[in-house]
């Protein structure tokens, strides 16, 4: 399975930025999609992640200006973040879970200066 990232930029804060992920190979559920980032210095983190029913996950810190959806057809993931904040700057990795395995997309620089 392999997990295609893109969408990530420099953007000023208070802008927007969407990141999309497309899944491929051998799929037969994708349990959860989402995304998580790694800023310099610090641990990975979840971002949001969706099930395939839709029930959605999100950090604290991007509730209310980020929005994450799927679709299961395509075996795609988006993520739509609005009123970037600079301390929204890190390297986004796009995630699946397919039972028993997690699986990583190879991360997509996303910029928010001040």
């Known amino acids: 399975v392999q997990l295609q990232a893109s969408g990530g930029g420099l953007v000023q804060a208070g802008g927007a930025l969407r990141l999309s992920c497309a899944a491929s190979?051998?799929?037969?559920?994708?349990?959860?999609m989402g995304w998580y980032r790694q800023a310099p210095g610090k641990q990975r983190e979840l971002v949001a992640t969706v099930t395939s029913s839709g029930s959605t996950r999100y950090a604290d810190s991007v509730k209310g200006r980020f929005t994450i959806s799927r679709d299961n057809v395509k075996s795609t993931v988006s993520l739509q973040m609005n009123t970037l904040k600079p301390e929204d700057t890190a390297v986004y990795y796009c995630y699946a879970y397919i039972q028993p395995y997690d699986y990583w997309g190879q991360g997509t620089q996303v910029t928010v200066s001040s």
């Open positions: 190979g051998s799929i037969a559920r994708i349990n959860i």
